[in-house]
């Protein structure tokens, strides 16, 4: 006996062709969405340095790393495209974002003046791409949303870089160059050296503390990931790493404590107010023992020696300065100068404000300064509003941008993880203030209208 297959209808009915098509939307969407993500992911991988794969680079202009050179392409092209059709979405914030315009401009014309106009062209273009990347995290995305995909980021870089010491030692574990090599057995992962994974720590920290405190869900899970975010950077053994860290969950505490509406609030912003006056006490006072404990000598391990002579090549060129990236390369004889006086040969002056005014002067110098203060100013004022838990973030990584620039060098520079996040966090701030003041009535000024602004 045979059975029959019911009858399929030549034409589909309305309703099941609208739910088919409505699942393949859902489906690209998705798909979309994915590969959006991935997209961001590899961008930041390759901010915290992931390209180098744990071999430290030599200096040089004519040192290029080719995956960073075409992946700054297809940055530059893919998302200055969707920012530039989607130029509407930023008419909050970019068009007042002047403080870094100016900086971007004047790094583009320094090529003019620069030893070597070429590499100033290849590092303006590296810097562009990264601000382009945080364009399209502010107007795409909501800041919670923004700021987990990088974390997710610097979570894979730090899964690699632990997975890399345990599997390649030789790699992710610095090997000795000598007899007296204090760093030998520092972890630096996938990075080029201890101090770079020692940032991507510090960010993560930053990042999932942050999440623990505003986010409900998933708590464990953010606690421990910034606990695993501490190990690694215990085991660079990174004094900046150290520094940041403790001054992050510093601030996130005290930042969280500026939104309390009770009076016991400022009791205690004074109470913290006088220990930090005392600890700065303490430097002033015992600066030898207090270096002591992270290590540190009191030239600040040939630091103090190496500013001092990089401000002598300051002095030379103070106005403009000698071009956007293009000081600390071979080809520089005011550099080898600096090197003969130092010879550790450092690749950099170990000061992020000493290195964005070797590269663009005191002009450069004053914008880079209004840029960070100016934001810093205007993360702590949100944070007073009850609605405004994002701003605890972005005020936790500016602050702890800054202090952390006086001795490392990471101050808007192309390519950098911290590049990224304090433009993004800068752009965020801008809007929010162009929504307050939309949001202010006639006659209120947008400081006073602040809590009717749109949330972030």
Known sequence: MTTHEPDRPVFRSIRQSRHEGRSAGAFREAAVATLERLVLIYAVLLLCGIATFGQASDIGAANSNALNAYSNVLFLSLFGLL??????????????????????????????????????????????????????????????KAVSIVGHGVLVVLVLSILTVIFLPHIGITQFANNNDEIAGTWKGVTSVKNSLGWVCIVGLQIYAWRFMVEREKRLWHLFVAALFIFVAAETRSATAAIGIGLSIFLLAVLHLRRWQSSKRIALEWLILGSVGLLVAAVALMPADILALFGKNTDLTGRVPLWASVIDSIAKRPLLGYGYGSFWV?????????????????????????????DLGVAGFVLAVTLVFGSAKRALFWCKQPDSAWAIYAGCLIIVFIVTSLDETVFLRGGDLFCLLVS??????????????????????????APLALRL
């Not at 320094?110 to 990347?133: K, N, Q, Y």
């Not at 550099?335 to 964005?356: C, E, I, K, T």
């Not at 993004?424 to 209208?449: H, N, V, W």
């Open 83 to 144: 920012t530039l059709i989607n130029l509407r979405k930023t008419a909050d914030f970019l068009p007042f974002s002047h403080v870094l315009i100016a900086f971007v401009v004047l790094a583009a014309f320094s090529s003019i003046w620069s030893g070597d106009p070429g590499l100033t062209a290849r590092r303006v273009a590296s810097l562009t791409a990264t601000l382009l990347i945080s364009v399209y995290l502010t107007w795409r995305f909501d800041f919670a």
């Open 330 to 358: 071979k080809t520089n004889p005011e550099m080898l100068r600096v090197w003969s006086l130092n010879p550790w040969q450092p690749p950099n002056a170990h000061n992020g404000y000493l290195d964005v005014t070797l």
């Open 424 to 449: 993004f966090c800068y752009f965020a701030l801008i809007r929010a203030k162009q929504r307050a003041a939309m949001a202010a009535p006639d006659g209120t000024s947008p400081r006073e209208a």
